[in-house]
């Protein structure tokens, strides 16, 4: 073969080698580093802005099934016909990420964002049960940007990440704006839209007095000493940061904010119904106690 035409065929190989490797072999031009979202969303799911309700899904269907709410136990996994991610606000968590039907979303430290994967199955999974939408299903994105939105491969479809992170809801949820395994064993917490962990707003809340003037307003709590709400008890009113002496169990006329160390310090959680038993959120020991309204 003449040396020109070898020449002209080796520099034709030779770009298209680089090409192909510019494209990583499958028309992708960012060398292979398309996000799990975009990839998902290419061949089998789809985006649609707005909430479900806007976009009139079907009742009893994606999140609004009643076998999608956290606190139905099941040992499989629960793959959801339709998804929403919404960037809203859940108990004190301002901002969370809250799905169609108003359950805080969470992350767990123990996972990984880069790459994204779950550690949590078995046990843990029917606790906090893992987010997945089904492989043809859709995602109403509210609020969240697509580019924190992806999604690992998990049994029967994807579970959705957020900033890398795979998400969750939890079990001891049982109603809209529960935030019951925020700080669970230090490891669990509310998910922001870009896939940071949610942190209490603590903007204090405040009322008008008959004068006029702003002030803190007051609720009650009564804390037992044993769980099921057994005797001896203590009932503690606002304002201000109050010490618990028993933490068994309490019961609460509103929103409450506990930590488990002294002068509301440590760890903490906001309570807004009754518990039987503390140590199911976490809190086996309450020492101080803020009323947020």
């Known amino acids: 073969?003449?040396?020109?035409r070898t020449a002209i065929l080796s520099s034709i190989a030779a770009v298209g080698a680089l090409l192909l490797t510019a494209c990583n072999g499958n028309g992708s031009t960012d060398g292979g580093k398309a996000s799990a979202a975009r990839q998902a969303q290419a061949s089998t799911l789809s985006f649609t802005p707005g909430t479900a309700q806007e976009n009139n899904a079907p009742a009893n269907t994606g999140?609004?099934?009643?076998?999608?709410m956290p606190s139905v136990a099941s040992a499989e996994p629960v793959v959801r016909k339709w998804v929403q991610l919404s960037n809203g606000k859940a108990g004190d968590l301002n901002p969370v990420v809250i799905n169609g039907a108003g359950f805080t979303l969470y992350r767990f430290d123990n996972d990984t964002a880069s790459p994204s994967k779950s550690n949590c199955s078995g046990e843990c999974a029917t606790t906090w049960p893992p987010y997945i939408v089904a492989k043809k299903g859709?995602?109403?994105v509210d609020g969240v940007p697509d580019s924190k939105i992806g999604f690992i491969p998990r049994a029967g479809g994807f579970q959705v990440t957020i900033g890398g992170w795979p998400v969750y809801l939890y079990s001891k949820d049982t109603k809209a704006g529960d935030t019951n395994g925020q700080g669970v064993n230090g490891t669990w917490?509310?998910?922001t839209s870009t896939g940071q962990k949610a942190v209490a707003d603590t903007t204090p809340k405040v009322i008008a007095n008959d004068g006029g003037a702003m002030t803190s307003s007051a609720t009650t709590a009564t804390f037992f000493e044993n769980t099921n709400?057994?005797?001896?008890?203590?009932?503690l009113t606002g304002p201000g940061c109050k010490t618990v002496h028993y933490s068994g169990s309490m019961r609460v006329s509103?929103?409450?904010?506990?930590?488990?160390g002294n002068n509301c310090t440590g760890k903490s959680q906001v309570v807004d119904s009754d518990v039987r038993d503390l140590s199911t959120?976490?809190?086996?020991?309450?020492?101080?106690v803020r009323f947020l309204n």
């Open 1 to 4: 073969m003449p040396r020109k």
């Open 63 to 68: 999140d609004f099934a009643s076998n999608a």
């Open 138 to 140: 859709r995602v109403f």
């Open 189 to 191: 917490f509310g998910v």
């Open 229 to 235: 709400f057994a005797e001896p008890s203590e009932q």
């Open 254 to 260: 509103s929103d409450v904010k506990i930590w488990n």
């Open 281 to 288: 959120i976490g809190f086996p020991t309450v020492k101080s």
